[in-house]
Nanobody, 121 residues
């Protein structure tokens, strides 16, 4: 059974940093992504990485501030978030896709339960 478990969310001041982790179990997928959903807004793509390596992709809103990475030995995907802004406040979800370099939510099959990130001004 596939499971994705996020951790690392919390409350941080603007300009601060957080690192989210996504522990995957059950099988390996082609790509993993991070999405987020703020209250009253639609879910949006944040970043994606292929399990086998290669390029990473980011939403324009986080480019230069967030970094997605993976640690294959631990079956874990990370999202390092620096220079956080209040508008980054959202529930962050990890997801797994059989599609390489997937950036659309509909390409992702499995989703974690989400972790709350709150950035205070």
């Amino acid at each position: 059974q596939v499971q994705l478990v996020e951790s690392g969310g919390g409350l941080v001041q603007a300009g601060g940093s957080l690192r989210l982790s996504c522990a995957a179990s059950g099988r390996t997928f082609g790509s993993y992504g991070w999405f987020r959903q703020a209250p009253g807004k639609e879910r949006e793509f944040v970043a994606t990485i292929n399990w086998s390596g290669g390029p990473t992709y980011y939403a324009d809103s986080v480019k230069g501030r967030f970094t997605i990475s993976r640690e294959n030995a631990k079956n874990t995907v990370y999202l390092q978030m620096n220079s956080l802004k209040p508008e980054d406040t959202a529930v962050y979800y990890c997801a797994a896709s059989g599609v390489l370099t997937a950036t659309r939510g509909r390409d992702y099959t499995y989703w974690g339960q989400g972790t709350q990130v709150t950035v205070s001004s």
